[in-house]
């Protein structure tokens, strides 16, 4: 099992046997975003090293509607539908909130936390590895063909320049993973769940990776890997990460939503639109990256309860 590995199923490196991942730590002083930073900087793993090591540099990528179309986490709990792990009525509400978010065109960090913890109280108990292991099989069946490839080729270009590319996302840290992986990055910043001997606890560590929770996971992440931030690059479609796009020194805005595109103006910084016309308005779904995080979660939290009853 690999290292990554290990730290999601919440095994110690000492060989002493199984261990509490995250449980009961206690964080004096600390606000929950710089928790659920110096949390998902201590799970992020390296996947790929550069070929070209330029040590210094790197790339950051938010993923839902800036790499992806769409949340990853909503893509996530279609393909349980998919599955047929839950039925109709579920979808139903998961559109409907969906919806309630697009219109709203606002996120609440104390909703968005409070709707993702009621979703992981859904998967206390199951395996962490089960849930990788549908993570793995979904991005592959449902995920890929999402991906924009104008950001992946952003990407590339640092990969290319033999700098280091992380995935930055409130998505869960285990399928932030796999989709780093699939598509050839170094490595992701992710929401962290508490997990107990390789079992979710239902609970998070800090909170969700939102906002300036990104900025700090950076930080913390920048201070591990030696890396000089104003050599950095962020790239992200939403003005909720402007934390994580001014702490580096090369930001830039990916199918910008109109906060973040009159903020990229005024600042001058590069504005990249892969999208075609009102077509982005269709499958750019949720416009708040909180939103598909929420429905996704809920859903995928009422499928595995659903699952373990049956």
Not at 31 to 54: F, K, L
Not at 137 to 146: G, H, K, L, P
Not at 149 to 159: F, I, S
Not at 179 to 197: K, M, P, Q
Request: proline share 5%; net charge neutral; glycine share 10%.
């Amino acid at each position: 099992m690999t290292r990554a590995g290990r730290l999601m199923a919440g095994i110690r490196e000492d060989g002493q046997g199984p261990r509490r991942l995250w449980a009961g730590a206690r964080w004096p002083g600390r606000s929950g975003d710089a928790v659920a930073g110096a949390a998902s900087a201590a799970a992020a793993q390296v996947e790929q090293p550069p070929p070209i090591p330029d040590p210094s540099a790197g790339a950051f990528f938010d993923v839902d509607n800036t790499l992806m179309r769409g949340a990853s986490i909503y893509h996530f709990a279609r393909g349980l539908a998919a599955r047929k792990m839950f039925g109709p009525r579920d979808l139903a509400e998961m559109a409907w909130k969906q919806i309630y978010f697009r219109v709203r065109g606002a996120e609440n960090p104390d909703h968005i936390d409070a709707a993702r913890e009621a979703a992981l109280a859904f998967v206390a108990g199951h395996k962490v590895s089960d849930i990788v292991a549908l993570c793995e099989e979904i991005y592959d069946e449902d995920m890929a063909n999402r991906i924009w490839e104008g950001t992946r080729e952003l990407a590339q270009r640092h990969l290319e320049a033999g700098q280091r590319v992380w995935l930055v996302t409130a998505t869960p840290v285990e399928l932030a993973s796999i989709i780093a992986r699939r598509l050839g990055f170094t490595g992701a910043l992710g929401t962290v769940a508490e997990s107990v001997d390789g079992e979710y606890t239902g609970r998070l560590v800090g909170g969700l990776l939102h906002g300036p929770a990104k900025a700090e996971a950076i930080r913390a992440l920048a201070v591990r890997e030696g890396l000089d931030l104003s050599r950095c690059a962020a790239y992200s479609d939403s003005a909720n990460d402007l934390p994580m796009l001014e702490l580096v020194g090369h930001p830039a805005a990916v199918n910008p939503d109109s906060d973040l595109r009159a903020q990229a103006r005024a600042q001058g910084w590069p504005v990249h639109d892969f999208r075609s016309g009102r077509k982005a308005t269709l499958i750019a779904l949720p416009a708040a990256a909180g939103a598909g995080a929420i429905a996704g979660g809920v859903a995928a939290g009422m499928a595995l309860r659903r699952r373990a009853r049956g």
